[in-house]
């Protein structure tokens, strides 16, 4: 499977920019997600890479081939760029079959293809087959019905998955009625006569048929301009109708389905012309929970059953945790962050995403307070209750200050260079510092404060959820302010002055509201943000 690089892709209408100068690589055999909230530019993502947008500028390129580039006037049609595309209605022709569905798209394919003599091929199979006759009639005597009546219908499609051949090979080997015990001796060394003659025929031409019936010469597969046999279309489709488990309808409609067997309709009829990379735009999200869950799993057996490259978009976090090998987290049209589910989770750049990644969401505490002389930070947080930050690797806070500010400058310097270039469009959608939210008791109306000020003492602590300890040696006090028991774990909401911090404890306790408890943070993955930037500075253990 090739890989994917995008360099500079930027796609933009008037002065919104959907997608603003993205830099992508995305690995062979990868299962990417792109995430973000509505509107964020994932889609328009997916959209330029399968071909079905146009980007304003950049260069794509997959494996070998560039199919898009601005400065080359590059950009290779979809159709041409070997990719699959699953949309988030199915799109399946409701007066076609399961099976005219998925090899709809097959019949249109013309391109070269290797020269293969199909009948030379069948009967070296029907002969192999025929040489083990007690398989054959062990397929046959399970679709025998309760009067002892052999289902002609149901033999064949078990013939078809008990030896991987066609419906056509399949009805040819049921007429021989092995059930029956013929003496087929004579039709086997029909059968291979038939296979040898056409291997001398392909030699006496200065030539040779593999192991597949393909042509060769001059140790090349000879290739001819083509459209798929009928042979090979009904392997196909079989091949990725065993793939999703859909082989038993393939004579039913569309609306004989359920939602997740037409899903399942629409992703073998995407597999079948067997794409370079496949694209899904929200395929779950039609599904209702449970089904979208078992969904889950059977993708992530499909990626690996199929060796492809996938590219998923979802605004789903918990989709994109659970199937990613990478996250690709977008906002504004900006790349965040792309990294592996849990680097995003446990170290997220910003705080945009980590308020983004997570479920229950994260805690953000503000803080103020400065670097002592053993490299933990010394902080005041709620109301004026003391607690000392300890990073889990050496930091120099003051480093780390001049590095955030020079990186600002380069940025800066860098929009004003591209600004004076001819045709520039200033950025209309601009971005700014995530605005996170504190939650509390009762909550802060900002349109009527002023914008604080602030300075390298101002920090955002950041508290996943299993941090958050309810134990009796914890120091800080409060009470029981919301509680949501699911039987495993409960998701808890814990008052602490006027501040509510959400945790989630694992088993069966009952919690009534408003009764006394103490909180713990526990962990070395408590985050430490810069409140000015936004950025990560540090993960490390929180003691209050």
């Not at 060394?189 to 001398?200: D, E, F, G």
Request: glycine residues 8%; proline residues 4%; charged residues 25%.
């Amino acid at each position: 499977m090739p890989e994917i690089r995008l360099e500079h892709v930027t796609k933009r209408w008037g002065k919104f920019y959907a997608v603003d100068d993205l830099d992508l690589v995305i690995e062979d055999n990868a299962f990417v997600t792109l995430l973000g909230p509505s509107g964020c530019g994932k889609t328009t993502t997916l959209r330029m890479i399968a071909g079905l947008e146009t980007p304003t500028s950049g260069r794509i390129t997959i494996g070998d081939q560039v199919v898009f580039d601005s400065e080359l006037g590059i950009n290779v049609p979809a159709n041409k760029r070997k990719v699959g595309f699953l949309f988030q209605n199915y799109a399946l022709w409701p007066n076609m079959t399961v099976y005219e569905n998925i090899s709809f798209g097959l019949k249109n394919i013309k391109e070269p293809l290797p020269k293969i003599d199909f009948e030379a091929k069948n009967a070296a199979r029907l002969a192999e087959i025929l040489k083990q006759p007690g398989e054959v009639v062990k397929v046959l005597e399970e679709c025998r019905d309760k009067n002892g009546k052999l289902d002609e219908k149901k033999a064949q499609l078990k013939l078809i998955d008990a030896f991987t051949i066609s419906i056509y090979t399949a009805k040819q080997l049921f007429s021989y009625h092995l059930e029956k015990k013929p003496d087929l001796s004579g039709t086997i060394s029909s059968l291979q006569a038939k296979a040898a003659a056409a291997r001398k025929a392909a030699a006496s031409a200065g030539g040779e048929l593999d192991e597949e019936f393909r042509l060769v010469k001059g140790g090349q597969v000879v290739t001819e301009t083509r459209k798929l046999t009928r042979e090979e279309i009904d392997l196909t489709v079989r091949r990725v109708s065993r793939i999703v488990k859909i082989g038993m309808f393939m004579d039913r409609y569309p609306a004989e389905l359920s939602g997740g067997q037409q899903q399942r309709v629409a992703i073998a009829r995407t597999l079948a012309p067997e794409p370079s990379v496949l694209f899904m735009d929200e395929p779950l999200s039609n599904l209702d929970a449970k089904l979208r869950l078992e969904m889950r799993y059977e993708l992530q057996r499909l990626h690996v059953e199929t060796g492809s490259t996938f590219v998923y978009v979802t605004h789903d976090q918990m989709e994109a945790m659970t199937l990613a090998t990478q996250i690709c987290l977008i906002e504004n049209g900006v790349l965040q962050q792309y990294d592996a589910p849990l680097t995003v989770y446990n170290r997220p750049n910003n705080l945009f995403v980590a308020d983004f990644v997570g479920n229950p969401s994260i805690n953000f505490v503000e803080a103020k307070g400065a670097q002592k002389a053993d490299g933990a930070l010394e902080l005041t947080i709620f109301q004026g209750r003391k607690a000392i930050f300890r990073p889990a690797a050496p930091l120099d806070l003051n480093a780390w200050f001049q590095s955030r500010d020079k990186a600002a400058e380069e940025k800066a310097a860098k929009v004003k260079a591209k600004a004076a270039e001819k045709g520039y469009v200033e950025k209309g959608n601009k971005d700014e510092v995530f605005r996170y939210h504190i939650a509390k008791v009762v909550e802060d109306d900002f349109s009527l404060q002023e914008e604080p000020v602030i300075t390298n003492e101002d920090f955002v602590l950041g508290i996943r959820p299993e941090a958050v300890d309810i134990v009796d040696s914890g120091n800080l006090e409060g009470e029981i302010y919301g509680a949501m028991p699911t039987g495993m774990e409960s998701t808890i909401k814990a008052r602490v002055d006027d501040f509510l911090l959400t945790g989630v404890v694992f088993g069966s306790t009952l919690f009534t509201i408003g009764s006394k408890i103490h909180v713990d943070i526990s962990g070395e993955n408590v985050m430490l943000f810069d409140r000015k930037s936004g950025q990560r500075i540090a993960v490390g253990s929180l003691e209050v």
